[in-house]
């Protein structure tokens, strides 16, 4: 649906929009519209007003884009992906946002329940000066506010595998597996919305290659910057959760071999008394201790001993 459609002079917002003919093209005179999981006919009108690349439009259409920018005739089309921590679900959100560039418009188009570009629009509209600076402006806005959240995200995961960490070291259980790629499977996906956007704020902060104005690029080198972060810490979060899933499948193998220890102990000492049960249940009719007056309360002691000698053996080496 169509969310916003207004015309900007000078950081001011006014009424009405001039046709795309008649709007002069000085970056301080521009329109900006915002669309949120449009429907065909309604990206195919904006497409018909700014003569959208078909391509690009496609992409818009069907979402699911990689981070990327890319050149179109007269204006530049970006995807960026946005994401949200979800406190219920202790996952990770991921919508997009996409955005047609040029010298007098910017067209966004929101998939998923983000805010950062109504959010980026009400905070543009008080501040004049930089909201007079263009279109461009208006993207370094929308960067800066994906990268900040990105930034709020890692936050979140980070404290989730800190506590998985600190479950891992207390209680070992092979339980916390399934937390653990479930964590990996979330930071994956982040890494798909962060990595990719590298190669994207590269070119638009670029000094020769970019097409935002000169003064822009160096916010764009900046929100880069905050970027390049957010995925060294990915990384270390990764290796993070591969080094707590080794440390808990070790510790659960660990767990099991004592287990076993412990039941190859009591095993041995119960075989001494089932051994003797055994050969004495055969009901032979020459046995030596059968006339002997202290041959069973013998036999019962020498098993008990030789029980209690096996117990110490296996308690001197930690088996039980």
Same mark, same amino acid.
């Given at each position: 649906?169509?969310?916003?459609?207004?015309?900007?002079?000078?950081?001011?917002?006014?009424?009405?929009?001039?046709?795309?003919?008649?709007?002069?093209?000085?970056?301080? *005179?521009?329109?900006?519209?915002?669309?949120?999981?449009?429907?065909?006919?309604?990206?195919?009108?904006?497409?018909?007003?700014?003569?959208?690349?078909?391509?690009?439009?496609?992409?818009?259409?069907?979402?699911?884009? !990689?981070?990327?920018?890319?050149?179109?005739?007269?204006?530049?089309?970006?995807? #960026?992906?946005?994401?949200?921590?979800?406190?219920?679900?202790?996952?990770?959100?991921?919508?997009?946002?996409?955005?047609?560039?040029?010298?007098?418009?910017?067209?966004?188009?929101?998939?998923?329940?983000?805010?950062?570009?109504?959010?980026? !629009?009400?905070?543009?509209?008080?501040?004049?000066?930089?909201?007079?600076?263009?279109?461009?402006?208006?993207?370094?806005?929308?960067?800066?506010?994906?990268?900040?959240?990105?930034?709020?995200?890692?936050?979140?995961?980070?404290?989730?595998?800190?506590?998985?960490?600190?479950?891992?070291?207390?209680?070992? *259980?092979?339980?916390?597996?399934?937390?653990?790629?479930?964590?990996?499977?979330?930071?994956?996906? #982040?890494?798909?919305?962060?990595?990719?956007?590298?190669?994207?704020?590269?070119?638009?902060?670029?000094?020769?290659?970019?097409?935002?104005?000169?003064?822009? !690029?160096?916010?764009?080198?900046?929100?880069?910057?905050?970027?390049?972060?957010?995925?060294?810490?990915?990384?270390?979060?990764?290796?993070?959760?591969?080094?707590?899933?080794?440390?808990?499948?070790?510790?659960?193998?660990?767990?099991?071999?004592?287990?076993?220890?412990?039941?190859?102990?009591?095993?041995?000492?119960?075989?001494?008394?089932?051994?003797?049960?055994?050969?004495?249940?055969?009901?032979?009719?020459?046995?030596?201790?059968?006339?002997? !007056?202290?041959?069973?309360?013998?036999?019962?002691?020498?098993?008990?001993?030789?029980?209690?000698?096996?117990?110490?053996?296996?308690?001197?080496?930690?088996?039980?």
């Amino acid at each position: 649906m169509l969310v916003d459609r207004a015309r900007y002079e000078h950081g001011y917002r006014v009424d009405g929009a001039a046709p795309t003919a008649d709007r002069p093209k000085d970056g301080a *005179s521009f329109l900006w519209v915002g669309l949120a999981d449009p429907t065909l006919a309604e990206i195919e009108a904006v497409a018909d007003e700014f003569s959208l690349h078909p391509l690009a439009v496609e992409d818009a259409i069907e979402a699911h884009q !990689r981070p990327k920018i890319e050149h179109y005739g007269d204006s530049w089309f970006v995807v #960026f992906k946005t994401v949200k921590y979800v406190e219920e679900r202790e996952d990770v959100a991921v919508g997009e946002v996409m955005a047609f560039v040029a010298d007098d418009f910017i067209v966004t188009v929101r998939h998923g329940d983000s805010t950062a570009v109504d959010e980026v !629009r009400g905070s543009l509209e008080t501040q004049h000066e930089t909201l007079g600076a263009g279109p461009w402006a208006v993207l370094y806005q929308l960067a800066d506010r994906v990268v900040d959240d990105y930034e709020s995200v890692v936050r979140h995961v980070e404290d989730l595998i800190a506590d998985v960490q600190a479950e891992v070291f207390d209680r070992p *259980s092979s339980t916390h597996a399934g937390t653990i790629f479930h964590l990996k499977r979330e930071l994956l996906e #982040f890494r798909h919305a962060v990595i990719p956007l590298q190669s994207a704020l590269d070119l638009l902060a670029d000094p020769q290659r970019s097409p935002a104005p000169p003064e822009r !690029r160096p916010y764009f080198r900046d929100v880069l910057d905050h970027l390049l972060r957010v995925g060294d810490r990915i990384r270390t979060l990764d290796d993070l959760l591969t080094s707590a899933l080794n440390v808990n499948v070790s510790q659960v193998g660990m767990r099991q071999n004592e287990d076993m220890r412990k039941i190859s102990a009591w095993v041995a000492i119960v075989a001494v008394p089932t051994m003797v049960a055994g050969i004495y249940g055969m009901n032979f009719e020459h046995m030596p201790e059968l006339q002997w !007056r202290w041959g069973y309360p013998s036999v019962l002691g020498l098993t008990v001993l030789a029980c209690f000698g096996l117990y110490r053996n296996f308690k001197r080496r930690n088996w039980l």
